[in-house]
């Protein structure tokens, strides 16, 4: 659906009105400190009120344009629960006791019953094209038996899920039947042009409440850490967001969806002024393959990375904290074949600068496999550039150590407990490795615990150097004084930390 240029100049208008109408009152009343009273108040001025209605126009223009291709989603699913046996406040012998025994109530099976009970969603959805395909989140649908979704105009259709990628809560819905020709559908924008302070407007049904619309403004971007799917890079809105909501359009003042809104942080089950919604441009490189009911495919390095931190900036000799630290480099994998290596920290993929480890990670997840990508890393102080040919991600265990008993060596001062890995030892504890140090017990509030080190952890090197036993690791040790940058192998995979030695 085409925006018309009405809607985009009454959306432009809208920052112009906001910045008049606000600049007007706080000058009023810095000029003016006076008490707020019907005898003291002047007038309000003509051009206020012609901006403050021009904006309030601007909002309910851009919401009628969106509305109409905005759904209401309601799933069903039956689920098992059973029926606790019934028993006396006071036990069976109690009630004997009082009565006497001729009313000795007669000895009961004793299981509790099962019986079926059906549970009720609700959600949001919009209209993607005229076919009648619906994007909506993931965990609207997920399990459900029955999917029915509501147009604006109160008509109803059964839907069915097409598509659906788990991993950044993605689904698409089918409407079912007869498809109207008169369906209306949404315009997807560009979530990359979206800053901080922009405006938005979100549609949905909160609690049940169909055809919602609330307004705010961009409070973030790029947020990673929120941990709620595994691809995060989520628009952060204080557009206010309610159980419902989930699925709905986060809109532009052009009128076009810029994210799909899909969580709220909150500790009382209700919009607390944090909202977040998924960026519309990590799901349309989605939509071609989910509406045919594909599979996503994801672009894979074959590398264990992590963030840079202000102790690791200093170890690796780098200018700032940004990019993403190789702690470890798959055998045959696309990354060693290319000549990546264990402590290159990578700044640049595709000619996108690196922030941290999540965003690196939504971009090589967003590479077709099979394509060939530039990687500029930072190794030893020099930047260096390599051509990776990107794989097909799939499911890798990686082996590491599980928490054995306590070592003969201690290392009191740190509060760390370690052990040569020996042939017996690892085999033992099914590690694959046959060299290293391996962490049997940390101290709670000593100078290992504090550096992040755990029970279980291989130490792998000291200050870039292997280490093969406890004795080169204590002779590295002894080399520093006040910390020492550790490659550590763990269950997820490789780290680098620093262990601070005061």
């Given amino acids: 659906m085409k925006i018309s240029p009405s809607v985009q100049a009454i959306g432009i208008a ?21 008490p707020v009273s019907a005898a003291a108040t002047d007038a309000i001025p003509e051009s206020v009120i012609a901006a403050a209605d021009q904006l309030g126009k601007a909002f309910a223009a851009v919401a009628a344009h969106v509305k109409p291709a905005v759904v209401s989603v309601y799933s069903e699913k039956t689920v098992q629960l059973q029926s606790p046996e019934f028993q006396f ?6 009630f004997n006791q009082f009565f006497g025994e001729q009313f000795r109530l007669p000895k009961t099976p004793g299981h509790p019953k099962t019986f079926r009970m059906p549970q009720h969603g609700m959600g949001t959805g919009m209209l993607l094209d005229k076919q ?41 819905l089918e409407m079912k039947g007869t498809i109207p020709g008169d369906l209306p559908t949404v315009q997807l924008g560009d979530s990359d042009a979206m800053e901080d302070g922009n405006l938005v407007m979100a549609i949905g049904a909160p609690f049940g409440l169909t055809q919602t619309v609330t307004t705010g403004i961009i409070s973030a971007t790029g947020r990673s850490d929120v941990g709620i799917s595994d691809y995060e ?18 809109i532009n003042m052009h009128g076009e969806v810029i994210g799909m809104n899909s969580a709220i942080e909150t500790n009382v089950g209700q919009f607390s002024g944090v909202g977040f919604a998924i960026p519309v441009n990590m799901i349309k490189n989605m939509l071609p393959t989910l509406i045919k009911g594909g599979q996503i495919s994801r672009g894979m390095l074959g590398v264990s990375i992590q963030d840079v931190s202000k102790e690791l900036a200093e170890e690796f000799h780098l200018s700032d904290n940004k990019g993403a630290i190789v702690s470890q480099v798959m055998k045959d994998s696309p990354a060693e074949k290319a000549g990546l290596k264990v402590g290159d920290v990578i700044v640049r993929f595709n000619g996108r600068g690196v922030s941290d480890s999540s965003q690196l990670r939504n971009l090589v997840a967003a590479t077709t496999p099979g394509s060939d990508a530039r990687i500029v890393v ?8 390599f051509t990776v040919t990107i794989g097909k991600m799939s499911a890798e265990v990686v082996a590491s150590a599980k928490p054995a008993r306590k070592g003969e060596n201690q290392f009191s001062k740190l509060g760390l407990n ?14 694959k490795e046959d060299r290293g140090v391996l962490i049997t017990g940390v101290e709670e509030g000593g100078l290992a615990s504090a550096s992040g080190l755990k029970p279980g952890d291989l130490i792998m090197e000291a200050d870039h150097k292997p280490v093969a036993n406890f004795e080169e690791l204590q002779s590295i040790l002894k080399k520093h004084k006040d910390q020492i940058l550790l490659l550590i192998k763990r269950k997820s995979g490789s780290i680098f930390l620093v262990l601070r030695l005061k």
């Fill in 132 to 172: 009648g395909h619906i994007l909506t989140n993931y965990h609207v649908v997920e399990d459900v038996d029955e999917i029915k979704v509501q147009l604006s105009d109160k008509r109803t259709f059964e839907a069915k899920v097409i598509g659906a990628d788990r991993k950044t809560d993605v689904a698409i």
């Fill in 89 to 94: 406040p006071f036990g069976e012998d109690f």
């Fill in 418 to 431: 370690v052990q040569t890995l020996t042939p017996d030892l690892a085999r033992q504890l099914g590690v």
């Fill in 14 to 34: 809208i920052g112009l009105g906001l910045f008049i109408a606000t600049g007007l009152f706080v000058t009023t009343a810095a000029n003016k400190p006076r």
């Fill in 378 to 385: 930072m190794r030893n102080g020099k930047e260096q550039t």
């Fill in 233 to 250: 890079d989520f628009l952060q809105t204080d557009a206010p967001i309610n159980p419902g909501n989930s699925g709905g359009p986060l």
